[in-house]
């Protein structure tokens, strides 16, 4: 008896999709639970199982297409599963579907995140041959990129028959349809031949796309407006020397500033709750809990997994939530989980370089934090000049809710308190 794949419900905000890879073809036997389908959403990817044993008799849908929660994706036959376990039994070369199988099956292909596999596409890296760092063995895009710089021999020859026939390489993507090729990290460019005035088109990812549509219905939605400050770092980079040493042999982390900018924050939020709602309708809806956003860099672009109920933790917890997030926001093995709700963001421009800039809300809340790069800066210190590591700071708001001067001293009390570590204590 026939039995549809389909799309299956990821979570209460996710409705739609995109199919980014089938991992099986047309004809292929397989087993109930063996993976058969990547599915790309705005905020995780995922691996679409089989439903029963069987062939996949059809793929309904190909890679690329958008696809919503319940739509069918292809078939399987439940007819053939008695075949398939006969192949499965059959030694190894008799047949080529029969080979193939079991091998999957019994795991000789690795376990691998979905970065990892883009990546190993972009970078002709074979993931079959790849030992994995990850857990259970997991290819991870670390081991894909270390592959992928390995071999010395053949990046030497590569630039010269690009260089030679500028010409004729140029002509080619010419003549040729433009490709969407797979999304993900845009490598850099690579040297222009003299003359050359080539272009390239780059389908979105599902979650770029997505990425990019929040941010305009921000700006179109929100009253946005951004209020700045600067911090004198002195006090938390000397306690930072003092501890750091004992903190990480105690907690196994290192002691950053992020947990402290954190504790700053749901100080300043229980001074100014309105920083801690969101709109409906008519309505505040004032929160009291603490659910903080912590923007990360990916892949695939920003994503704000949420350190929940972060009033109740201590700083070594607060550190090794935001590690472990940036560790699988890199992996790509970041759950719908952590990236729902929230109820406040901060977001790190500095860690790129940034001095100064105006960071966009994330709907529907009505602020964010943005810090920026320490930089040592001559400031009058009493009636004296004195080099200290500053940083610019900058709170985006939403004026429909939040005042002007309420924003200004939510903003001075998140200094006062980074400013004086020990009064993050009496918070």
């Given at each position: ?18 199919v ?36 996949l ?41 029969a ?9 000789a ?24 760092s ?6 991870m ?28 390489a ?5 003549a ?55 911090v ?11 501890h ?46 603490y ?57 790190n ?79």
């Amino acid at each position: 008896m026939p039995s549809n794949i389909v799309v299956p419900e990821v979570g209460e905000s996710i409705v739609d999709a995109r199919v980014a890879k089938w991992l099986r073809k047309e004809g292929d036997t397989v087993s109930a639970g063996d993976p058969l389908v990547e599915l790309e959403t705005d905020k995780i990817d995922l691996e679409v199982g089989a439903p029963q044993a069987g062939v996949l008799s059809q793929i309904q849908r190909k890679e690329g297409e958008d696809v919503k929660v319940g739509e069918v994706l292809g078939v399987i036959d439940e007819s053939a599963a008695s075949g398939a376990s006969t192949a499965a039994a059959a030694p190894a070369g008799s047949e080529q579907s029969a080979g193939e199988a079991p091998a999957e099956n019994k795991g000789a292909k690795p376990k691998a995140t979905p970065t990892a596999k883009k990546a190993a596409e972009q970078n002709d890296v074979d993931i079959s041959k790849l030992q994995g760092s990850g857990d259970g063995g997991r290819v991870m895009k670390r081991d894909v990129e270390r592959a992928a710089g390995a071999p010395a021999p053949s990046p030497a020859p590569q630039p010269e028959p690009a260089a030679a026939p500028a010409p004729k390489a140029e002509a080619k993507p010419a003549a040729e349809p433009p490709k969407a090729r797979p999304a993900g990290p845009v490598a850099e460019a690579p040297p222009r031949p003299a003359g050359a005035r080539t272009e390239e088109r780059v389908r979105m990812s599902k979650r770029r796309a997505t990425i990019a549509k929040r941010l305009v219905d921000a700006q179109q939605t929100a009253a946005m407006l951004s209020t700045f400050n600067e911090v004198d770092m002195t006090a938390i980079m000397a306690l930072r020397e003092r501890h750091k040493q004992s903190f990480k042999e105690r907690h196994g982390v290192g002691l950053g500033i992020a947990s402290f900018f954190v504790k700053a924050s749901i100080g300043a939020l229980r001074a100014f709750p309105r920083l801690n709602a969101e709109i409906q309708g008519d309505e505040m809806v004032l929160k009291h809990y603490y659910d903080i956003g912590v923007a990360v860099g990916a892949a695939e672009g920003l994503v704000v997994p949420v350190i929940r109920d972060a009033d109740n933790l201590g700083f070594a917890a607060i550190e090794k939530q935001i590690r472990e997030f940036a560790k699988r926001a890199e992996e790509g093995t970041l759950s719908l989980a952590d990236l729902k709700g929230g109820t406040f963001t901060i977001t790190n421009g500095g860690v790129f370089g940034s001095l100064l800039s105006t960071p966009i809300l994330n709907p529907p809340q009505v602020g964010i934090l943005g810090l920026h790069k320490i930089q040592d800066r001559p400031i009058a210190v009493n009636g004296q000049v004195q080099v200290r590591p500053m940083m610019y700071v900058a709170l985006t708001y939403d004026h429909r809710i939040v005042d002007g001067a309420e924003a200004v001293k939510f903003l001075v009390r998140v200094k006062e308190l980074v400013e004086d570590p020990g009064a993050l204590l009496l918070e």
